[in-house]
Structures are given as structure tokens and as C-alpha cells.
């Protein structure tokens, strides 16, 4: 089956520090890909959609300049938290779709603390 | 407001049993539904996915019904089994490319 990987699978940072998480689709090719983020006990959160090549969407209320997304390939997408801070410590998850109305595949999480 | 709600936060099943999850949406332009399983810290899994034009799909202990007058959805599992106790969000696709609406998940527990 269709496979999406996430690097790293954790980060522990310093506040004010910025961290790059990369979301990569292995065996196809994912002309959109989301973004979403978890709290505990809530349901997962869209922040943003990237399609490949151009900029990406961004929920409301979901800083741009703060979550800086690129989507520079067919079988990358990258989310940069900037300037992190401890209320940024999530678990962050991308989903990758090859453009099929059936299925998004996920990948397995980055898990990301601010101290 | 939230346009796919999973009213039920947990539910508890002896081992064997059937288990049903329940998942209610709002939006009429929804065509396309989604179970997910997802395990404590991982990310989500597709499990099975049911579209606007059936009512039933069914994928070996999985079961997926689509009520859409209701605008209700369930997913069955036949036998539950412990390995089935993890969180299980339904969501739901419409127009608007692949983009998924989550519910905020059922916590689904399979006691032996």
C-alpha cells in the first residue's frame, strides 16, 4: 500500500528555535498534501493544504508566517515551525493524496516539545 | 460548528461482542466517508471508506452503514477483539478536492 513517512518522529527544541518537519510520499505521487495537528483528547486539526507547486492554504486562524509549508515536489512537503514556542508542543501529522477522491494516507506523526 | 461530531467520547466492549461507532455530519455536500483507527502516538490509519451512493460496505470484521437522510454513519466491528481498542475517528470528504473533516473521535476499549 501507498506509504507517507515523517522526519523526524520527534524534535524536542528550544523555545524561540525553528523546526523543519518533512512529510514524503514513497511509492506514489501526492499532488496534494495536508498538514494537521493534534491536541490531546481533540480531534486531529487541518492546518494548511499544499498542492505541488504552489502556495499553500491555510485554515483560518492558522499563522502563515508562523507555519511555513512548501510543497517543492511531487513527493515532498515540508512544515517549518518558526520561532517555536511551548504552546506549539504538539503531534503533527501530514496526510498525502495521489489525487484519488478515496483515501488520504497519513503518515505516522512528528511529535514536537518546546521547552 | 462542527460539521462531523462523534457524540460518543468512549465506549467499552467485551471482547467478542459487536462494537458501533457512531458519527453524525452536518453538511449535505459530503459524498464520501472515512473511518480511521489510530493507536497513541501514531498517526491515523485508514480503515475503510464508504461512498455517497452506497449504504453498506463491508470489509471482513469491518461494516461502514450510511444513513443519508439521517446524515448518520457507523462503523460495526464483528468480533471485537483487543487489538481493536484504540481511537477512531470518522471524517468526511466532499467537492472541495480530498480534504478531510474529522470528528473528534471515539475511544474504542475491547476488554478480554
Known amino acids: 500500500g501507498a506509504v507517507v513517512s515523517q522526519h523526524p518522529s520527534w524534535v524536542i527544541c528550544k523555545s524561540g528555535t525553528s523546526v523543519k518537519i518533512e512529510c514524503r510520499s514513497l511509492?506514489?505521487?501526492?499532488?496534494?498534501m495536508f498538514w494537521y495537528r493534534q491536541f490531546p483528547k481533540q480531534s486531529l486539526m487541518l492546518m494548511a493544504t499544499?498542492?505541488?507547486?504552489?502556495?499553500?492554504?491555510?485554515e483560518q486562524g492558522v499563522e502563515k508566517d508562523k507555519f511555513l509549508i512548501n510543497h517543492a515536489s511531487l513527493t515532498l512537503s515540508t512544515l517549518t515551525v518558526t520561532s517555536a514556542h511551548p504552546e506549539d508542543s504538539s503531534f503533527y501529522i501530514c496526510?498525502?493524496?495521489?489525487?484519488?477522491?478515496?483515501?488520504?494516507?497519513f503518515g505516522p506523526g512528528t511529535r514536537l516539545t518546546v521547552l | 460548528d462542527q460539521q462531523v461530531k462523534q457524540n460518543s467520547p468512549s465506549l467499552s466492549v467485551q471482547e467478542g461482542r459487536i462494537s458501533i461507532l457512531n458519527c453524525d455530519y452536518t453538511?449535505?455536500?459530503?459524498?464520501?466517508f472515512l473511518w480511521y483507527k489510530k493507536y497513541p502516538a501514531e498517526g491515523p490509519t485508514f480503515l475503510i471508506s464508504?461512498?455517497?451512493?452506497?449504504d453498506k460496505n463491508e470489509d471482513g470484521r469491518f461494516t461502514v452503514f450510511l444513513n443519508k437522510s439521517a446524515k448518520h454513519l457507523s462503523l460495526h466491528i464483528v468480533p471485537s477483539q483487543p487489538g481493536d481498542s484504540a481511537v477512531y475517528f470518522c471524517a468526511a470528504s466532499g467537492n472541495a478536492g480530498n480534504m478531510l473533516t474529522f470528528g473528534g473521535g471515539t475511544r474504542l476499549m475491547v476488554k478480554p
Open positions: 511509492d506514489f505521487q501526492a499532488t496534494t
Open positions: 496526510s498525502a493524496s495521489p489525487n484519488r477522491p478515496d483515501t488520504q494516507y
Open positions: 464508504i461512498s455517497s451512493i452506497k
Open positions: 499544499s498542492n505541488e507547486g504552489s502556495k499553500a492554504t491555510y
Open positions: 453538511n449535505s455536500m459530503f459524498d464520501y
